[in-house]
């Protein structure tokens, strides 16, 4: 993928930090695992373009900076009914970590890569896929289950 550009650390995230204060948008590419299985570690990407606490609803993928200076990219599973703090859950997690403030939110995720094929996060499918992925326990324990049982007999 010529001309796109990951952002790993954080002297380049300042970068794309400096994008979305121009209202742009920004391509990443995606590492670690804790997004699995929506999102995949160096194969996908996602489109990500400024918000702010108004902007982002339920099961949004959100950009935030945590206190200590690292950058997440996880998915928005609770928000205050005052809005002065919300919940973040990666795909792969169960347990939510927060509290986060507004002033930690960067971006959130509008659009996802994966390969040559391009999601938009707003689609019908899409939604609903992440609904049921975050709302059934019983899914997520049964999908990892299986891929578990899958890399243990396909060796």
Known sequence: MAGIKQFKSRETMKLAVGVFERNGKVWLGVTGSSMYPFLRSDRDMVQLAKADIH????????????????????????KSEDQRHFFLCGD???????????????????????????????????KWLVKKWHTSKMTRDMFFFILSFRRKCFR
């Open 92 to 126: 792969a997690q169960k347990e939510k970590e927060g509290p986060f403030f507004p002033s930690q939110l960067i971006a959130k995720v509008c659009a996802v890569r994966k390969g040559k094929r391009e999601l938009s996060c707003q689609s019908a499918v899409w």
């Open 55 to 78: 902007e982002v609803e339920l099961f949004d993928i959100v950009l935030i900076q945590r206190l200590n200076g690292d950058y997440i990219l996880h998915r928005l599973v609770e």
